[in-house]
């Protein structure tokens, strides 16, 4: 078979709250990302979502991004657990562009610096939960 055993169907920013902060409450802030995975009823189609807060301490301001993408399986992937590890390593690695994009457009449209939020790898963010969960 030569389809992806993933397919990304779309994603969807289910919230930005762009926010500039006082200097007194700057230091309030940290940043916070999170990642939620599951699968449809069906099990045909899962979705990965991402949570992030990232405060910008420099120029006093910080953002909030809920974005989710939905995926469908090939018909060969049956089992849970295939589904979860795509879902968190190839599901993940194709949505978080998407994210990384969103960050930098809203924040550059008020300082000629946009918050760039870096690169994450997948596979070894999947194996630390696996061995979390153990």
């Known amino acids: 078979m030569n389809d992806p055993v993933i397919q990304f169907e779309k994603y969807q920013i289910e919230k930005i709250d762009y926010s500039v902060i006082s200097e007194d409450d700057v230091n309030e802030y940290k940043m916070e990302f999170s990642g939620i995975i599951a699968t449809s009823d069906d099990e045909k189609s899962g979705k990965v979502t991402f949570n992030l807060t990232l405060p910008d301490k420099k120029d006093s301001r910080k953002i909030k991004v809920v974005i989710t993408g939905y995926f469908s399986f090939r018909d060969d992937v049956k089992t849970e657990e295939e589904k979860r590890k795509y879902l968190g390593v190839n599901g993940a690695a194709m ?31 999947m194996e630390l939960s696996e061995e979390d969960d153990k």
């Open 95 to 125: 949505l978080f562009p998407y994210l990384r994009t969103t960050v930098s457009m809203i924040t550059v449209l008020d300082k000629s610096e946009a918050i760039l939020f870096p690169t994450l790898n997948f596979v070894e963010l």
